[in-house]
């Protein structure tokens, strides 16, 4: 008999209706790729005929108008307009509160989904009374070719390998930028399999979720709780994974729920609100939940930094806001630890090297 924890997940043969889906996209200036996005769920949509199927657009108060845009056009779909914008993490929060479906399904809004997306991300909840969360298969858009020596790559690989887009006439490859997330032993969290080929075979049995292309039970969620909207954006989907182990909710990779993904989009991944929001998320979600020596050795990645580093000035931002936000952070871990079905050592046997791998990017999440 096949071991499930290693074996692909595939999508099960459900009989009768999927269960009620509620499609939580949250959006900040999303422009031109946000009707993309809903136009592809609309599409998807359509090969559910038996579901509940119903999209929430939550707005981070954006000012590019591209929410009006398709409240129009997609009249269908709910859209939450906050008043101000409260990240990924709060809008997400948002999109849960308000809806009431079995399943919470999250998209970027800078991503499509392919044929099939909903019912393969959801089939495993379905299967598996133990599977808290799916997290599905993210493509990068576009077609990549290796860096030039010598040349500022778009893109870094943890290898350190660069890549760039490929331009008119040449042949380039498509390459992952998810397969789930993973954590290392330095606290450090990071789409697994990121700048593989996208031929990749990817194993079931993954840390957490992609918070850009997942669905969710919501009985695990009404168990160990929402994203933790403080975080604003990055590692939330990090953090809400290590509550989901800790509760006793696995987290599984399904490869046919593909969603195809432009990276960093709204925020881009060298922007003073990508390094400063990372790396105090990093350490916080560590603090939070990892072993001690895996906060040890995150917190002196980060003093290595703002020493060495050409932008200390963000290194500093960043552990300021960690010091301010630790006595609440150390009171929520003892609470945990208090509640926790799985020890923090079982969770914490998932963790992978640091060194040279598949994976890559720091962070976790969508763009918000």
């Known amino acids: 008999m096949p071991d499930p924890e290693t074996s692909p997940v595939r999508t099960p043969a459900v009989e009768g209706p999927v269960p009620a889906i509620d499609v939580v996209v949250v959006n900040w200036n999303g422009g031109d790729l946000l009707a993309q996005c809903l136009e592809s769920l609309r599409a998807d949509m359509d090969g559910l005929p038996t579901a509940r199927c119903h999209v929430w657009l939550v707005d981070n108060a954006s000012t590019d108008g591209s929410a009006d845009r398709a409240q129009e056009r997609f009249g269908d779909m709910t859209v939450i307009r906050l008043d101000r914008n409260t990240g990924f993490a709060g809008g997400a929060a948002a999109g849960i509160r308000a809806s009431s479906g079995d399943v919470v399904v999250l998209v970027n809004n800078d991503a499509v989904v392919t044929p099939g997306f909903l019912r393969s991300v959801v089939g495993p909840i379905e299967a598996d009374p133990r599977v808290g969360a799916t997290t599905g ?20 690989g943890h290898d350190g390998r660069g890549w760039r887009r490929s ?32 031929s990749t075979t990817a194993l079931p049995e993954v840390f957490g979720f992609n918070g850009g292309c997942a669905a969710l039970r919501r009985r695990a969620l009404d168990h160990v709780g929402s994203f933790d909207e403080s975080l604003f954006l990055y590692y939330e989907d990090t953090e809400l994974s290590w509550r989901l182990r800790r509760g006793g909710w696995r987290v599984v990779h399904v490869p046919d729920a593909v969603t195809v993904h432009v990276h960093a989009a709204s925020s881009g991944t060298t922007s003073e609100l990508f390094e400063v929001s990372n ?42 806001q960690v010091v301010v936000r630790t006595p609440r952070t150390l009171a929520r871990r003892r609470a945990l630890d208090r509640t926790a079905v799985v020890p923090r050592r079982s969770v914490a046997a998932l963790l992978v090297d640091d060194g040279p791998g598949r994976s890559g990017r720091a962070g976790g999440g969508p763009r918000a």
């Open 167 to 198: 331009l008119p006439g040449e042949t380039g490859t498509t390459l992952l930028n998810s397969t789930g997330n993973e954590v290392t032993r330095s606290g450090n969290g990071r789409d697994r399999d990121w700048l593989a080929s996208a």
């Open 279 to 320: 790396a105090r998320n990093r350490l916080l979600v560590a603090l939070l939940h990892a072993p001690w020596a895996v906060v040890v050795r995150a917190c002196a990645r980060t003093l290595v930094r703002t020493v060495r580093g050409p932008r200390r000035r963000r290194w500093v931002s960043a552990l300021t």
């Open 137 to 156: 298969r993210v493509l990068l858009a576009g077609e990549f070719v290796p860096s030039r020596p010598g040349a500022v790559p778009e893109l870094v």
